[in-house]
């Protein structure tokens, strides 16, 4: 096992033991063999640098390079932007640990040497991003390399396998920003993943968001902070960001095209399946600071003669999450606010048992118009999970619930 580190400075000789050069950079070509060291690229001071290809390496050894053929037969350098060059596009780079949930920086690269036909050829095998890698990095040049094996093979060793580094962001101009596999990228939970793009630059999150689907992107713009939030919307196409605001609540929906500029707001608003847009349309009406901006029209009501049967079978039978109901909301034969009956309590209850007989007291609701202030007020003293919106005539038109709140309550801190 070699490491990239041991290998940038290391001077490389002919078959016939003469000086060539210092290895500056190492180049690998996806399209070909996407882990193996394909070039190596050979510094001569005032001369033009070589190119040595990986099937004239003899022997390697930490801060030593032999060649299988004379200096006239390797190739004058000509830049290639198809090169992942390992010294600039890998080394410092940051790269998602995901065991960690955390952006880590990619202090060495960890390279297999295998000798076929008299050539040794170098893989890929591993990104280091540990301690062991940036003691290398810090040493290197200073203490000789057999030393510094010794030190850091006392140090715990924190890698990622390349199998599973993928490209996520391509850049013309820096071949590598970001690597990670995408199915693991949507694997983290929404905000582990929203803490990680809050400490990539802004490219890096476009080409993340890029990455998931629908539904994942939605759920991790949703826990972004809000400004980032604004910043990731604008830039995507209009058509791609409807189909993320779709997935979304629609109170969270309406926050977030309220924040674009008018005629990106207009854009989407128009992309967005008309049911979906009217929801969100009218929750953009109220202001923030309200009862009305802070609501969901996300809710399920029942009429209060109904029984618990029968509103298990509508839950199922529309397919709505569980865990996106904390009330069922209930209903008179006016359409008014009956009652609401706690998710808990609704699952204990007997199949023919009425809805009326589960409520919950005392019953609570506040218009679209109050103030943030009384309903945060009404959540800590009832110890509220969702509390219910009414208009002028009592008619449920959306629900508050505890999570709206502390997210709230967090803007404000």
């Known amino acids: 096992m070699l490491h990239a580190t041991e290998l940038l400075g290391a001077e490389t000789y002919d078959s016939h033991g003469n000086f060539v050069g210092r290895i500056k950079e190492m180049f690998v070509e996806p399209g070909d063999q996407p882990n193996r060291v394909s070039k190596f690229l050979l510094s001569r001071g005032q001369y033009r640098p070589l190119i040595a290809r990986y099937d004239q390496i003899g022997i390697i050894s930490p801060g030593r390079v032999a060649l299988t053929t004379d200096e006239s037969a390797l190739e004058l350098y000509q830049p290639n932007e198809s090169y992942l060059s390992i010294r600039k596009d890998l080394l410092d780079q940051q790269i998602i640990d995901t065991n960690g949930r ?65 490209l996520v962001e391509p850049d013309p101009l820096r071949r590598v920003k970001l690597r990670l596999s995408s199915e693991k990228l949507a694997a983290l939970h929404p905000a582990d993943l929203a803490d990680i793009m809050e400490q990539l630059s802004p490219d890096e999150r476009q080409g993340i968001i890029a990455s998931l689907d629908e539904q994942t992107a939605a759920e ?27 997935e979304m609540n629609p109170d969270e929906a309406a926050d977030l095209i309220a924040s674009l500029e008018p005629a990106k707001s207009k854009e989407v608003l128009d992309e967005m399946e008309h049911r979906e847009a009217s929801e969100v349309q009218e929750l953009m009406r109220f202001q923030e600071n309200t009862a009305g901006g802070m609501m969901t029209t996300e809710m399920v009501v029942v009429g209060e003669e109904a029984t618990r049967g029968e509103v298990v079978d509508y839950i199922r039978f529309h397919e709505i999450a569980v ?40 019953l609570l609701s506040v218009s679209p118009d109050t103030k943030d202030k009384e309903v945060f007020e009404l ?19 959306g629900a508050i619930t505890v999570d709206d709140v502390v997210h709230r309550m967090h803007a404000k801190i």
């Open 220 to 246: 991790t713009i949703a826990e972004l902070d809000k400004r980032l939030q604004t910043q990731v919307v604008e830039n995507l196409d209009s058509g791609r960001a409807a189909d993320i605001m779709e």
């Open 323 to 362: 865990d996106q109901i904390d009330n069922v909301i209930l209903i008179n034969r006016d359409a008014a606010l009956a009652g609401t009956v706690p998710l808990g309590r609704l699952l204990l209850a007997d199949t023919d048992q009425r809805m009326s007989e589960l409520t919950s007291e005392p």
């Open 102 to 166: 955390k952006v880590v920086r990619v202090n060495d690269i960890d390279l297999a040497d295998n000798r076929t036909n008299g050539n040794t050829e170098l893989r890929i095998t591993q990104v280091d991003i540990g301690l062991a890698g940036a003691v290398r990095r810090l040493l290197q040049g200073i203490v000789p390399p057999m030393a510094i094996r010794k030190i850091q093979a006392k140090l715990p060793p924190r890698k990622i396998q390349w199998e599973f580094v993928n």
């Open 379 to 397: 959540f800590d003293k009832y110890n509220l999970r969702s509390l219910a919106v009414v208009n002028e005539h009592k008619h449920p038109v």
